[in-house]
């Protein structure tokens, strides 16, 4: 399937590594111009050669925190109008509220929240011009099953999912979608440390806390960066323009829910 999104300009946020490469990969492999941001220099710069590498695709790389005026202002410096964003970040710590100070709160609403409002405020208006914009905010099933030591999480992302719900109803009509993807499980660097710290805090094996979450799901394995990619590709596609303000879950089936 032609997802009709060739030459289109992508602004791919925390994209080196996990989730955020994988949508990067994709979008170039329809055909995208990518700009991909992350704060480490050389992972980021690997990332980006390694998409050329496999798609031929422009691809051109900010070392930039995402989640600060300069760095998105950096980040929108090296693409300016954008007809595809993808809003990506680090997800905050786990742990229990009773630790966590006015400031940790600030900092995962700043980054899981403001962050990407921010960049839709920079961006939307020009896709709307342009009349073609398709927005994807990278969240987690969190949002729909709080995950209880990821309260930071929880509360910051379902902040974004509240305006998010209003906001993509105003500008479809322009043909200008705002999807969340919602991912479960995927085999990534986040996922590795959160069992490395169950592991830890359990004083189990690494590989017994891997085993138990990944047959706890019910498609036996955890999901892959490439899979979470094409998903938010299609969502970003020109075909997919009927669909906004939705909220897609990627977990193997492991959100219980009928609905
Ligand atoms: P990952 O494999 O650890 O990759 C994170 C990427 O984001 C890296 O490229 C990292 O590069 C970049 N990054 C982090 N903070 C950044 C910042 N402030 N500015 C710019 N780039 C930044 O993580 P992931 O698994 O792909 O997770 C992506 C998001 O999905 C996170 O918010 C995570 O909480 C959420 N999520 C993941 C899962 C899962 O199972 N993997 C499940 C639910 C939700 P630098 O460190 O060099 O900046």
């Avoid at 979608?177 to 996922?191: A, K, Q, V, Y």
């Avoid at 036996?220 to 299609?234: H, S, V």
């Amino acid at each position: 399937m032609d997802l009709g999104i060739a030459g289109k300009a992508a602004l791919v946020c925390a994209a080196s590594k996990g989730l955020g490469r994988g949508c990067a990969m994709a979008l170039a492999r329809e055909g995208c111009v990518v700009t991909i941001v992350a704060r480490t220099p050389g992972p980021l710069e690997t990332a980006a050669a390694e998409i050329r590498a496999a798609t031929g695709a422009t691809v051109t790389a900010v070392a930039a925190d995402i989640t600060t005026d300069a760095g998105r202002a950096a980040a929108l410096a090296a693409c300016p109008t954008p007809d595809i964003l993808v809003n990506n970040a680090g997800g905050p710590p786990p742990g229990n509220f009773r630790d966590w100070e006015r400031e940790d709160w600030l900092a995962a609403v700043e980054a899981n929240m403001i962050t990407p409002i921010l960049l839709i405020k920079a961006v939307v208006d020009g896709m709307i011009e342009r009349g073609f914009g398709r927005v994807v905010n990278i969240t987690s099933t969190s949002v729909k099953a709080p995950i209880p030591i990821l309260g930071l999480s929880n509360g910051a992302r379902a902040g974004l999912t509240g305006f998010i719900a209003g906001l993509a109803r105003e500008t479809v009509r322009h043909n200008v979608t705002i999807n969340n993807l919602l991912p479960g499980p995927f085999d990534t660097d986040r996922l590795r440390s959160t069992l490395v710290a169950t592991a830890k805090a359990q004083n189990l094996s690494l590989e017994a806390v891997t085993e138990a979450r990944r047959t706890a799901n019910p498609a036996q394995r955890f999901g892959t960066a490439e899979e979470f990619g094409d998903a938010c590709a299609y969502l970003c596609s020109a075909q997919a323009s009927y669909i906004t303000g939705q909220n897609m879950v990627l977990d193997g089936g492991a959100y219980p829910g009928t609905m």
